[in-house]
């Protein structure tokens, strides 16, 4: 099997989220509240912010491959534990389980197939491509495990629904295994030279105003998309949707999804990666906008969805574009910086979007994050600047 189909693969198997439509509800039917809802959320951030950099310093020095295998098997265990949880601090152990094998593949496995396409150039799209039908097999597979989800957890439990998504994310830890090994810069790794490399790519950061740009631009508008997805189930709730049909409902949205992610490149291709980010930046805020007013129907949860769609559409292209500013010895520990910057944007973001929604209502909160995206949209416009790939 090639390595570009190793991609697609998996990440139709990374996507096998069987409980996506209904880990919302599964928390409330734990009688936890939004607060704590989203503190078992908040703080996988916060654990996510501590470890990242160590973990893409890891990537660098230790090998990117080796770091996506600890990644995969971290995830599937994640899975397990889920599926045996019952309580808050068990939920939180999860989640943190869960953290620490994505923070092995956050920035590594971007880092990875950018590497791999660089060195590899022969016979084989370009990263934007690749990316794009990566994120369209991620679709695929998430929408097929989504449709059953709903159904999963009506029929067996909630519980059910996270030992069952357990098995391709084993499948995904084996294929891992047969990853192709990169050409890379490692070596023993010591405290002092970690330390040296962090700071070498921190300062590579912030001397960099483009690249500052574009990872700020990118924690606000994920960090709030990330609070607005919280909200999706109970809207359903509020709009009379039976949970057995949420499934379904999310596969659809993420067939759509597929479709367009597919060709995003296409997009990037016609109008530049700049003002597609920015265009699609301005135009995520009008369903939110729409939400918050306090708007209750079927054609709500189509905007909720439509939002869900920009962000994996923008997602690639902006990923892309930050890539675009990074060399390749550093390209692992400054992707996770970008998740770091991810993470701390959600620490901020997450419990807010908490507690204005226990505290008023969920359509507040959702005024509020479209602010948010306004502002962001606004001070993080993406420039046209120099790019460098080596």
Not at 150 to 159: K, S
Not at 224 to 234: E, H
Not at 302 to 309: D, M, N, R, S, Y
Request: aromatic fraction near 16%; charged fraction near 15%; glycine fraction near 6%.
């Amino acid at each position: 099997m090639k390595q570009i189909t190793k991609f697609y693969l998996t990440s139709f198997l990374k996507n096998q989220t069987y409980f996506t439509p209904i880990m919302i509800l599964f928390l409330q039917f734990y009688h936890l509240n939004f607060r704590q809802i989203f503190w078992v959320f908040t703080i996988g951030s916060i654990f996510s912010f501590l470890i990242e950099i160590p973990t893409g310093i890891l990537a660098d020095l230790w090998g990117k491959r080796r770091s996506i295998i600890i990644s995969k098997f971290g995830i599937f265990l994640s899975f397990v534990i889920f599926g045996f949880s019952k309580s808050f601090w068990m939920f939180v152990f999860a989640q943190l389980m869960y953290e620490l094998g994505n923070s092995f593949r956050s920035g590594t496995e971007t880092a990875y197939t950018y590497d791999y396409l660089l060195q590899n150039k022969e016979g084989n799209p370009k990263y934007t491509e690749v990316k794009g039908k990566q994120k369209f097999w991620a679709r695929v597979g998430e929408s097929l495990a989504t449709a059953a989800g709903g159904v999963i957890a009506a029929q067996l439990g909630f519980n059910w629904v996270f030992f069952i998504a357990a098995i391709p994310a084993f499948l995904n830890f084996l294929l891992a295994l047969s990853w192709e090994h990169i050409k890379e810069v490692t070596g023993k790794v010591t405290w002092r030279e970690s330390l040296l490399h962090a700071k070498e790519s921190v300062c590579e950061l912030c001397s960099k105003r483009p690249l500052l740009r574009i990872t700020l631009n990118i924690t606000l508008f994920t960090s709030v998309l990330a609070a607005l997805n919280k909200f999706i189930q109970p809207y359903m709730v509020n709009a009379n949707i039976p949970v057995q049909w949420f499934g379904f409902i999310y596969a659809a949205s993420l067939a759509l999804t597929a479709l367009a992610v597919r060709y995003s490149y296409l997009v990037e291709n016609k109008f530049g990666s700049r003002k597609t980010i920015n265009t699609l930046s301005f135009f995520a805020v009008i369903p939110a906008l729409v939400i918050g007013s306090g708007y209750v129907s079927l054609f709500g949860v189509v905007l909720f969805f439509l939002v869900v769609i920009i962000e994996n559409i923008r997602s690639p292209i902006a990923n892309n574009e930050f890539h675009s500013h990074v060399i390749s010895r550093q390209r692992a520990t400054l992707g996770s910086i970008l998740a770091l910057s991810k993470s701390l944007g959600k620490i901020a973001i997450l419990p807010v979007a908490g507690y204005f929604a226990d505290m008023f209502s969920l359509f507040t909160a959702v005024l509020i994050m479209a602010g948010i995206l306004v502002l962001n949209a606004s001070l993080f416009y993406i420039r046209k600047q120099t790019t460098l790939q080596k």
